[in-house]
């Protein structure tokens, strides 16, 4: 019980953090859900961020990953009602009042920095994805460049971690991981 | 304001439940599936309510896409509507994800499945720094925010995340603030 009203309040403060969208909140995500709770090891939490990026729907899926690994079923479901819920019950009521809040000026100022800086935290994300390969050997990084410019071209996520599962399960059949 | 369209909220339910299943690819292309199937094909919302959702919501902190889902639910069926749509929107990929989550930890331990595992956090790496370049250039524009975004990064290399947010964010409400004012005397 502890742990999933911990996994509530954890995933409704990140929802109510994800300034600039989903894509932007994974290191809020990786802050409060995998560094100070240790929920998950790094390397699970760098397989749900491919499983997220690979599923239809929005990057915050990640939510409920996250939520059966700490509480199985009930987990998964009060961490996708959590990460969602500020979100929706915001946008309903933008909807409703249409705009009130976009118009004040401060709103807007506070929204596209925060936005700025959570795009900028991704860098620390995405440092704290890269070390474990670094640790294990540089070359590997070799991989994420090449997938980092068939991304950036515009190959699609699911494309990309399927074709990674598959050449990384071969060549670890083959050769070993380690 | 609008009044509400009475659209079922059943078949709302379904037809976001059936959208959710479809949205691969990130925002883009929810919002185009958005505009197909609730727009064009239904005649449920236009072209104006898609733009109007998002440069709304785009302000307010959460998935922007999912948002967008809840913002046309409350035009087409008030509150129920803009709880139902996003929660339908979203069964399918967490349905997905709770797969995924269940065979991680089903899987057994041999060489190729620590291979595929490698293999994913290789593919994220590049994936994501594709998406922060991506990102950055689209919502970063300009140099004040472009030193936001490196701020970011140092706060939040040497603080917290949320630290990181919350203040840049508060900088930013009081630059907008002052700048108003400056206009209002001016």
């Not at chain 1, 909807?95 to 807007?108: C, D, E, M, Q």
């Not at chain 2, 041999?110 to 998406?131: E, K, Y």
Request: glycine share 14%; hydrophobic share 60%.
């Amino acid at each position: 019980m502890a742990e999933l009203a911990e996994l509530a309040l954890r995933f409704l403060m990140i929802g109510a953090l994800a300034f600039g969208g989903g894509g932007s909140a994974l290191p809020i995500v990786e802050r409060l859900a995998v560094a100070e709770t240790h929920w998950l090891t790094p390397q699970q939490f760098a397989a749900g961020v491919g499983f997220a990026y690979a599923t239809p729907g929005p990057v915050l899926i990640l939510a409920p990953f996250i939520g059966y690994q700490v509480g199985g079923l009930a987990g998964a479901l009060v961490s996708t009602f959590a990460v969602f819920l500020i979100p929706v019950l915001l946008a309903g009521a933008a909807a409703g009042i249409v705009g009130r809040l976009r118009s004040a000026t401060w709103f807007k100022g506070f929204g596209s920095f925060a936005a700025a800086a959570a795009i900028g935290l991704l860098g620390l994300t995405l440092y704290s994805l890269a070390k474990p390969l670094i640790l294990l050997h540089p070359g590997l990084l070799l991989g994420s460049g090449v997938v980092f410019l068939a991304a950036w071209r515009g190959i699609s996520p699911v494309s990309l971690i399927a074709g990674a599962i598959l050449v990384g399960a071969v060549s670890g059949a083959v050769w070993g991981t380690d | 304001m609008q009044t509400p369209i009475a659209v079922s909220l059943g078949r709302l339910s379904l037809v976001l439940l059936r959208l959710g299943a479809l949205a691969f690819g990130g925002m883009g292309s929810t919002l185009a599936l958005l505009r197909s199937e609730l727009g064009a094909r239904r005649g449920w919302i236009t072209d104006q309510d898609v733009a109007e959702a998002l440069a709304i919501t785009q302000t307010l902190p959460g998935s922007t896409g999912v948002q967008v889902v809840a913002y046309l639910g409350w035009k087409l069926a008030g509150w129920p509507g803009a709880l139902i749509a996003p929660f339908s929107f979203v069964v399918v990929p967490a349905a997905m994800m709770i797969a995924a989550s269940a065979a991680l930890v089903a899987i057994p331990d041999v060489p190729a499945t620590r291979g595929a595992l490698l293999g994913i956090q290789i593919a994220v790496v590049g994936i994501l720094a594709a998406n922060m370049l991506k990102m950055a250039r689209s919502t970063a524009k300009g140099r004040i925010l472009s030193t936001v975004l490196i701020g970011g990064l140092i706060i939040g290399a040497l603080g917290s995340a949320v630290v990181a947010v919350l203040s840049m964010g508060m900088l930013g409400a009081m630059g907008a603030m002052r700048k108003q004012r400056g206009l209002n005397d001016g």
